[in-house]
């Protein structure tokens, strides 16, 4: 057999590499050694734009979470499977500062989009915040259990 790309690892990245180069022609071939651990088995599914703390923007943010968002909805009608939900999180400030940077940077127009108002505590009494909480928006959540049935992880 011909194949084009040998890929070592059949983790979410080894596997979602072959569906791309599927798309592009390409015929992968993925080996895996199944005595080794894998991550992806544990993965919470979090698609999340900020890097909290410190309140910064992860390498290429918008143009990643677009491809994200196309990418997994294709797959999802190609594996006749439903595991991409876009979201927000709630965000529970670790701290007073990280607070204050988020308020500060919720008005800068590379975040705007992203750091949200804050919630009131109240309506989530279940949840400990000392220093408040924060709606982060257009984050995702891959349903990790569906996703690796889907791929036969
Ligand atoms: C508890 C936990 C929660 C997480 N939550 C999130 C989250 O919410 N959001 C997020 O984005 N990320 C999360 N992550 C990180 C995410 O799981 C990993 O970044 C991702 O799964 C890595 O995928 P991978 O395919 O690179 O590696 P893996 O899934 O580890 O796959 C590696 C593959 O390579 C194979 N392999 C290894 N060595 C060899 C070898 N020598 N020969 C042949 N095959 C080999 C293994 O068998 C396996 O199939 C989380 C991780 C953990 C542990």
Request: aromatic share 10%; hydrophobic share 40%.
């Amino acid at each position: 057999m011909k194949v084009d790309v040998i890929i070592v690892g059949s983790g979410v990245a080894g596997t979602l590499l072959a569906f791309r180069l599927l798309d592009k022609g390409l015929k992968p071939l993925v080996i895996s050694d199944p005595s080794k651990k894998k991550a992806s088995l544990l993965a919470a599914g979090l698609i999340n734009p900020i890097v909290f703390r410190t309140i910064t923007m992860g390498w290429r943010t918008s143009h990643c979470l677009k491809e994200a968002n196309s990418f997994y909805t294709s797959l999802e009608s190609k594996l006749s499977a439903k595991f991409f939900n876009p979201c927000d999180i709630l965000r529970i400030h670790g701290s007073e500062e990280e607070r204050e940077i988020w308020e500060d940077k919720k008005h800068d127009p590379d975040f705007a989009s992203f750091l949200g108002e804050g919630v009131n505590p109240e309506n989530y009494s279940w949840l400990k915040s000392n220093h408040g909480i924060s709606k982060l928006k257009g984050a995702a959540f891959v349903n990790s259990q569906n996703f690796i049935d889907a791929l036969s992880l």
